[in-house]
């Protein structure tokens, strides 16, 4: 576990893969966490894309 959030290679901007090396819960299902449970999550997650740094 990462005690610092960055976006990760990955799809669409890699935030879900960001997400899943610091939660450690697998990426897969922070997509679809983001697609059906959360109502507001596409405005999160451009948030997140436009303001994590991106980690090589």
């Known amino acids: ?3 610092k ?8 901007g ?3 893969e960001g997400l899943s090396e610091w939660s450690n819960i697998p990426s897969i299902l922070w ?5 059906f449970f959360i109502p507001a ?3 999160i997650y451009i948030i ?3 303001f994590l ?4």
């Open 1 to 3: 576990m990462s005690n």
């Open 5 to 12: 959030l960055y976006r990760k290679e990955g799809y669409i």
């Open 14 to 16: 890699g935030v879900c």
């Open 31 to 35: 997509r679809i966490a983001f697609v």
């Open 41 to 43: 999550a596409f405005w």
């Open 48 to 50: 997140l894309w436009c």
């Open 53 to 56: 740094k991106k980690q090589f």
